[in-house]
């Protein structure tokens, strides 16, 4: 997922995958510095999405906690 705060629009995502290829990824955005949060709730919702679609209005409140958390530790590391 991509937030961007100069794009009007709701967070993007970005990437996603299962199994081996969730892995991946998560290992490269560790690598990359790239913030992580896991929520296997919020994954069951998020998988029907497609690369490029925006987060739906019923997950910004999810996704606001999750940014704040991931903002905060940021910001005291």
Do not use: C, W
Request: hydrophobic share 45%; aromatic share 6%; charged share 25%.
């Amino acid at each position: 997922m991509e937030y961007l705060r100069d794009n009007p629009n709701a967070p993007q995502v970005v990437a996603k995958g299962q199994d081996n290829l969730a892995e991946k990824i998560i290992a490269i955005a560790k690598k990359n510095n790239v913030p992580v949060h896991q929520d296997s709730d919020l994954v069951e919702v998020l998988v029907h999405l497609d690369l490029g679609d925006f987060i739906p209005p019923e997950l910004y409140q999810a996704i606001a906690e999750i940014l704040t958390h991931l903002y905060r530790v940021n910001k005291f590391s």
